[in-house]
């Protein structure tokens, strides 16, 4: 089985914390903008006060990577079009972006875009499992310089690989992913005396019970010399080698002092008894619930349209779900625990280095969810671990949706706009069908007596 579910590139997310505008790419920011005001993509008015009529102004949606995509099922772009305007379409996979050239999805060039329905009637076949990545770029252009297109959003409709597992995706190839990728703890280590005078240090030779997994050297002083640690003599470090190289030797019989970041091991207790200390620092979650679940109302539906055929899919609203977390923490020494706490604050007031705030992405949807510190860390009432310094934390992962309920297939409402003045044809009957682009119904469709 797998789940079909809609990507919103909505130009404006308020109750996100970001700021979209910063994921969007522009082609010519003095012709084309996200306007602040409106929250469109549109052509910047000039100093003439009349719009640009170049072919190949473009902006490009924030590049998505839903780990659960299989394929791409629909494009839809909303906006106003006024006479005289279009806009024209290609997908980027991630590296490219490309457009169907009658044959296949072929990488563009300048003057390569498709209309919405090209796209959509050749989206079946546009390779997004590689990559595991998509983007909508859109091309607005304008013959008459006294308007321009405006795109307020765009829906794309995909199908995952499988169904997907919401707790397990959120909880597991999210959160604790993100945490164990992000969590870095500075650690000081001062070195024995060198036996003979060297350029560089191999920290395979100081392996010892407490071993670290280093990833980075960030400063190396020659603590003998200079005990206040203020020449920095570090050249390069490569941690495939774990071989740290100085800009100057230090002598014979001077001790070294390192400034290291290392990894923190994030773990899953998947036992009440769990005591095995594995490796130091860790981070251990072991403690979840859901604080708060409801449905969301009904207007948090989703649907989308496939214009030229009017087919449309629907989602039914999510269901809303807030977990409560607890974490243990375990370093060997009363700094590093100090060191760990402020990295963790960190993470939860800045956020990911991926991200632009304090959100953790689902790794299956590419969604955003808040999370938020809730209680520092604590030390326990007595130690458990000997020497082993400890503390518990909790955390709050805010609003996350899970579509439990199936997508549903259905067809657009068609809306009519009707001016009749007078019985005897002498005026005619304007009427217009949604996503129709000129007026397709006569009269003769549409008697009125």
Known sequence: MSDRLITEEIFWEPHQGFDVRGETVISDDTKIRLDAKDFQIKLKLQSDFR???????????RTYNPGAVAKLLIVQVNGTFPTGTSV????FDGTDERYWDGGAWAVAGASDWNTEAEVNANLASFDVETSRQFAVVLNLV??????????????????????????????VDSLVATLQAELRLPVDQALPPLPSASASIDLDDYRGEDDLTVLDVTAVYDYTADPGRRVNLLSSYDS????????????????PYLRTEVDVHVAW????????????????VSGVESARSSPWPDWAKQGIVRKDTYEAVELPAPYRVTYDL????????????????????????????????????SAATDRRYRI??????????????????ESTFSFELRDAAF???ASEDTFAVQRFVMTIARIDGAEAVKAEKLGAPTPTTTPEQILVT
């Open 51 to 61: 719009y640009p009529t170049d072919a190949d102004l473009h902006a490009r949606s």
């Open 88 to 91: 024209g379409l290609r997908l």
């Open 142 to 171: 304008t013959t008459d310089d006294k308007v321009t297109p405006e795109v307020e959003s765009v829906f794309v409709l995909w199908e995952s690989e499988r169904e997907i597992d919401w707790a397990d995706d959120l909880l």
């Open 240 to 255: 495939g080698t774990r071989v740290v190289t100085l800009t100057a030797p230090i002598p014979q019989g001077n001790k």
């Open 269 to 284: 207790d998947t036992s009440r008894d769990f005591s095995e200390l594995g490796k130091l620092p860790q981070v251990v």
């Open 326 to 361: 607890t974490a243990t923490a375990r370093t060997l020494r009363t700094r590093d625990m100090t060191r760990l706490h402020g990295r963790v604050l960190r993470l939860f007031l800045r956020g990911p280095s991926s991200e632009v705030g304090p959100f953790i992405r």
């Open 372 to 389: 938020l510190l809730r209680d520092e860390f604590r030390k326990p009432a007595s130690r458990q671990l000997g020497d082993v310094e």
């Open 403 to 405: 579509n439990l309920r």
